[in-house]
T-cell receptor
Framework: NAGVTQTPKFRVLKTGQSMTLLCAQD?????MYWYRQDPGMGLRLIHY???????AKGEVPDGYNVSRLKKQNFLLGLESAAPSQTSVYFC?????????????FGPGTRLLVL | AQSVTQLDSHVSVSEGTPVLLRCNYS??????LFWYVQHPNKGLQLLLK??????LVKGINGFEAEFKKSETSFHLTKPSAHMSDAAEYFC????????????FGAGTRLAVHP
């Protein structure tokens, strides 16, 4: 049981390049989330998904797209990277048990956009 | 809007002394509250959670937190700090809303000195 895994762990991009971050979970969770973490700001929600085939915007969605084609995977895409997207990205997943559920986080992806 | 306030951005203690990390939440109803810990270059790990059962919640590694509705607080404590406790700690409220959104505090960085 690997929990939540993220690929890659670290990436350097040039401005304007594109990339996809992959999140995978093996806990059969319905909900999946992408956050970004910036110094002094906690985690901010980018996009989320409440089930296979559904996605929605969080607090800071601009410049990102997501897809949830399979229940266990949640992809985050950057179509044209900008230096402002330099951050650490965390994926999380959660079951559908309501307020008592816990979100489980992946180890993070460090992205540097030059 | 709901918010979580961590009252100290940095806390420094000596090894073997007590730890107090302060957190206030803003919900007018009884929320679910969590403390997560993040060690350097690692993902977030759940320390403990409050879900309207006992107001004193015990977590991993000797940490505990007390829910005080009258003070809208959920402070994290540990009787005796260990060097391995040095990390960043996040107070989190949720899930709430239609997509079980978590609300993160900005974080408290705990330093433990010999």
């Amino acid at each position: 049981n690997a929990g939540v895994t993220q690929t890659p762990k670290f990436r350097v991009l040039k401005t304007g390049q594109s990339m996809t971050l992959l999140c995978a979970q093996d806990m059969n969770h319905e909900y999946m989330y992408w956050y970004r973490q910036d110094p002094g700001m906690g985690l901010r929600l980018i996009h989320y998904s409440v089930g296979e085939g559904t996605t929605a915007k969080g607090e800071v969605p601009d410049g990102y797209n997501v897809s949830r084609l399979k229940k266990q995977n949640f992809l985050l895409g950057l179509e044209s990277a900008a230096p402002s997207q330099t951050s650490v990205y965390f994926c999380a997943s959660m079951g559908r048990g309501g307020p008592k559920e816990t979100q489980y986080f992946g180890p993070g992806t460090r992205l540097l956009v030059l | 809007a709901q918010s979580v306030t961590q009252l100290d951005s940095h806390v420094s203690v000596s090894e073997g002394t007590p730890v107090l990390l302060r957190c206030n939440y803003s919900s007018s109803y009884s929320p679910s509250l969590f403390w997560y810990v993040q060690h350097p270059n690692k993902g977030l790990q759940l320390l403990l959670k409050y879900t309207s059962a006992a107001t004193l919640v015990k977590g991993i590694n000797g940490f505990e937190a007390e829910f005080k509705k009258s003070e809208t607080s959920f402070h994290l404590t540990k009787p005796s700090a260990h060097m391995s406790d040095a990390a960043e700690y996040f107070c989190v409220e949720g899930p709430s809303g239609g997509y079980n959104k978590l609300i993160f505090g900005a974080g408290t960085r705990l330093a433990v000195h010999p």
